[in-house]
């Protein structure tokens, strides 16, 4: 939940408090969030974000076990992401089928692309995916 709280606040724009969150269990979902153009404040007793709303792409989201990114995470800032100046490259490694929220942000004239490229044969709906607020050709 604190990922999609966090989420929403960096594309709608606001300062929120999060309290009683471990931040270092969300330091893979900040640090993107940091990179995006949100100012985080990580405290003992709770993550702070302030955002403009205005958010820049940021460099390949790999999702990977804990540590790393994690899926549940993945469509809330994918979300987010899609009011980012440029584009970002998602990336699944651990469920093949997480992407099922993709046609619906299709539906919303999300620009996207499915690549192949490092995924061997793996259907749509797995892989990679690129991401931006305009279509992509």
């Known amino acids: ?15 929120v408090f999060l309290r009683d969150i471990d931040y270092r269990h969300l330091s893979t979902v900040t640090g ?7 100012t985080l404040s990580c405290q003992e ?4 974000l302030v955002s403009d709303g205005c958010l820049r792409a940021v460099s ?13 995470a993945q469509a809330v800032v994918m979300s987010a992401l899609l009011r ?11 469920f093949e089928s997480r992407y099922h929220h993709v046609p619906e942000l299709v539906r919303m004239r999300a ?19 690129t991401f931006g607020a305009e279509p992509l050709l």
Not at 2 to 14: E, R
Not at 32 to 38: F, T
Not at 84 to 94: A, H, L, M, Y
């Open 32 to 38: 993107v969030l940091r990179q995006a153009g949100c």
């Open 45 to 48: 007793d709770g993550i702070r």
């Open 60 to 72: 390949p989201i790999r999702t990977a076990p804990y540590p790393g990114f994690p899926t549940d």
């Open 1 to 15: 939940a604190a990922a999609t709280y966090l989420a929403a606040a960096a594309a709608a724009g606001g300062d």
């Open 111 to 129: 620009g996207w692309r499915w690549s192949a490229a490092s995924t061997g044969s793996r259907p749509p709906g797995s892989g990679p995916w």
């Open 84 to 94: 980012s100046s440029g584009t970002t490259v998602f990336v699944e490694n651990i």
